[in-house]
């Protein structure tokens, strides 16, 4: 079983709808979540970064992690065809060492 | 801007003939990390630097083999490149202080490496 398990998609979304994005985890020693957004042959650029559970909002992005179920997500109001990319969920623990491990990322296409 | 370099952004090689991968931050950014990515999958770590502290991940393969000469710069040499090394490589940083954002990494547009 992998540490962090994340849908790859794709997901196909009409622009202006709401985009749920998931990530489940195995290892509640995980603290520092953060999502990456990767556009096609390009390096994943940060988006959003939360420490524990609760949600953080960010213009139309809103992050939210429940510690208890070892489930975060990230939702994307008002989608736009700019929008389409690879999102990548991240997670770091310090417990025993610094470790973070990245979820293989869910593809998401809005269409125009 | 200050920023994640990575040089050239497409390398192709033979089988078997080495390559160097370059990386440069302005960030200042004391931690300095390369990953493979393959289609589709997580970026997998394959070593950091801590300052000057090498740290290797257990199973990254010998043929790979990295350098930072100074803060700024690091590399990434693989020996004798195979087919299954065909991948993006990112070189990413992270700032130091504060442990909640130890952990942020900031990554380079990656290096795409064909291996004919």
């Known amino acids: 079983q992998k540490e962090v398990e994340q849908d790859p998609g794709p997901l196909s979304v009409p622009e202006g709808a709401i985009v749920s994005l998931n990530c489940t985890y195995s290892n509640s020693a995980f603290q520092y979540f953060m999502w990456y957004r990767q556009y096609s042959r390009k390096g994943p650029e940060l988006l959003m970064y939360t420490y524990s559970s609760g949600n953080k909002e960010d213009g139309r992005f809103t992050a939210q992690v429940d510690k208890s179920s070892k489930y975060i997500s990230l939702f994307i109001r008002d989608s736009q065809p700019s929008d389409s990319a690879t999102y990548l969920c991240?997670?770091?623990?310090?417990?025993?060492?610094?470790?973070?491990?990245f979820g293989a990322g869910t593809r998401l296409f809005v269409k125009a | 801007d200050a920023m994640v370099i990575q040089n050239p952004r497409y390398q192709v090689t033979q089988f078997g003939k080495p390559v160097t991968l370059s990386c440069s931050q302005t960030l200042n950014h004391n931690v300095m990390y390369w990953y493979q990515q393959k289609s589709s999958q997580a970026p997998k770590l394959l070593f950091h630097?801590?300052?000057?502290?090498?740290?290797n991940e257990a199973d990254t393969p010998d043929n790979f083999q990295s350098r930072r000469p100074n803060t700024s710069f690091c590399f990434l040499d693989i020996r004798s490149p195979g087919l299954g090394d065909a991948a993006m490589y990112l070189c990413?940083?992270?700032?130091?202080?504060?442990?909640?954002?130890?952990?942020?990494?900031?990554f380079g547009a990656g290096t795409r490496l064909s291996v004919l």
């Open positions: 990413a940083t992270s700032r130091p202080g504060l442990a909640e954002t130890k952990n942020i990494q900031y």
């Open positions: 630097y801590y300052d000057k502290d090498f740290n």
């Open positions: 991240a997670m770091t623990t310090f417990t025993g060492g610094f470790k973070t491990i």
